[in-house]
């Protein structure tokens, strides 16, 4: 009997050693955890490298739904099926509700230029581009008779009557047309900057009125581009005692006014009330400031500008035999949506906007569509890159006319000048992505401010002592129109985005 009891317990202890044994292996195997199943762990291991698979298989089919989509997208805008070519119509109800799930790929804000890589082997041209089609292009400088037949002061722009305006769009090979700068109208320089800018052949303008920006220094401008560029700020009184409080300004020998690279141009006796209007003269009216230039780029006086002023006329002119470049808008294509977007950010007084654009559709300008002949009808107007050909300058003076005569919003008046020229007038519009990589934005320094973006009604504007007409430009809008416009409708608009 102790014997059997002696073997039962020798049996026992050695099971239990083998047990202790067992579990001291697969502790140091890292499978065993106290008070935890080992059969359990194989099972987490599965499902974890499922759930990675399955992530991964999700990415991928994910990708592809978007490659597909992109695709289709590509060829939907070439298909002759309704259904499918009104995903690339911005107007469309399925181009609205694709873009409202994230489905239309977006334009980049941001790209890169095409632009050479060395400023000192871009090849200038030895000759001009020949004057084909206007062999002679003069100016009015008589003041001629108000519109409604009374007499007024000069006015800058002179008084054009509509039947001058109409003749104006009428190409022939010696042309006679208003261009502002009208003796006695205002915008006259000191006779120090007349005489500095008649050697200027290569120019970069910019301008600052009423004091909403101060001078950005260029960067990135090669050696030859400083000796061959005259960096031109034009400037009102204003912004000229803005400027001198705020940052140096420094004086050369012949009395010439400099803020780092940019010489200060004083415009004297502004011409318009409004200081948006008075900044439209050296934008638009560049070839007539400084008649001597031969190339010129102009830039918003928020900008600064990065990009060297060669590599920008190699790319947007040379290279493309161009002589008009002009950034496409981010947003607009239509002058009806610019306008519209215009009222909702009160850049100017509603109603006046609304007759501007009651008249460009009494004339005849539809709505963009991609039928029409040119990129967009809306440009960003902060970057202009011209040849001063008789055909630009002639668009030059015709765009001018237009803000003169109607709103000083003059992405407004570009399309229906393109329009009335009837393809006369060949320009570039550029991707918008690369506008943005020319510059940095920088904010005014105060918000623009006037009492007439903030009309809503024609009432508010009656008679001449409200202090909310400009008494000396956008006189279209306050004489008799020559047309009925009592029953034009202006087309709908379909806002697609927010901004703009």
């Not at 001018?400 to 407004?412: K, S, Y």
């Not at 005014?444 to 409200?466: A, I, M, N, Q």
Request: aromatic share 10%; with cysteine.
């Amino acid at each position: 009997m102790e014997t059997e009891y002696q073997r039962s317990v020798s049996l026992v202890n050695r099971r239990t050693e083998r047990s202790a044994s067992n579990q001291s292996k697969e502790a140091e195997g890292g499978i065993f955890s106290p008070g935890k199943s080992s059969s359990g762990f194989p099972l987490r291991i599965i499902w974890r490298r499922g759930f990675i698979r399955l992530v991964l298989v999700g990415g991928m089919v994910w990708m592809l739904i978007i490659l597909c989509v992109l695709l289709f997208q590509i060829w939907s805008c070439q298909s002759s099926i309704a259904l499918f070519s009104a995903i690339c119509n911005r107007e469309s109800k399925v181009f609205t509700m694709l873009d409202s799930l994230g489905l239309v790929p977006k334009a980049p804000h941001r790209c890169s230029i095409p632009v050479v890589d060395n400023p000192d082997k871009v090849a200038i041209p030895d000759k001009r581009t020949p004057n084909k089609v206007i062999q002679e292009l003069s100016y009015v400088m008589e003041p001629g008779v108000a519109l409604n037949g009374s007499q007024s002061p000069q006015l800058f722009g002179g008084h054009e009557s509509w039947f001058q305006r109409e003749e104006s769009f009428k190409v022939k090979s010696t042309m006679k047309v208003h261009c502002g700068f009208i003796p006695g109208g205002g915008a006259e320089m000191d006779e120090k900057d007349v005489k500095y800018t008649k050697k200027c052949k290569f120019v970069v303008a910019s301008g600052i009125f009423d004091g909403y920006d101060t001078p950005h220094q260029p960067s990135n401008i090669s050696l030859r581009s400083q000796k061959l560029f005259c960096f031109l700020m034009v400037v009102d009184e204003v912004s000229l005692d803005f400027i001198k409080n705020n940052v140096t300004v420094r004086k050369d020998s012949d009395g010439g006014q400099w803020v780092g690279m940019w010489r200060l141009i004083l415009l004297k006796n502004q011409p318009y009330d409004e200081p948006r209007r008075n900044g439209k003269v050296p934008k638009i009216l560049t070839h007539r400031l400084f008649p001597q230039a031969e190339y010129s780029i102009w830039i918003d006086g928020k900008m600064e500008l990065i990009v060297d002023p060669l590599l920008i006329l190699e790319r947007y002119l040379w290279r493309g035999k161009h002589t008009f470049a002009i950034a496409q808008h981010k947003h607009h294509k239509s002058i009806y949506e610019e306008a519209d977007a215009n009222k909702r950010r009160k850049r100017y007084a509603r109603p006046l906007i609304d007759l501007h654009m009651k008249i460009y559709r009494y004339e005849g300008m539809e709505p963009w569509s991609p039928e029409k002949n040119t990129i967009s009808d809306v440009p960003e107007g902060a970057i202009i890159v011209r040849e001063h050909t008789t055909m630009n300058n002639l668009f030059s003076c015709l765009w001018f006319n237009e803000v003169d005569l109607f709103t000083p919003r003059d992405q407004l008046s570009f399309g229906f000048v393109v329009y009335r020229l009837k393809g006369m007038f060949n320009f570039f519009m550029f991707p918008n992505c690369e506008y943005n990589s020319i510059f940095i934005l920088h904010n005014h320094t105060r918000e623009h401010s006037s009492k007439v973006e903030w009309v809503k009604s024609l009432d508010e504007l009656k008679g001449d002592k409200t202090g909310l007409r400009e008494s000396r430009g956008g006189l279209g809008l306050w004489t008799p129109y020559p047309g009925d416009l009592s029953s034009i409708v202006l087309p709908s608009v379909v806002r697609t985005s927010k901004a703009g």
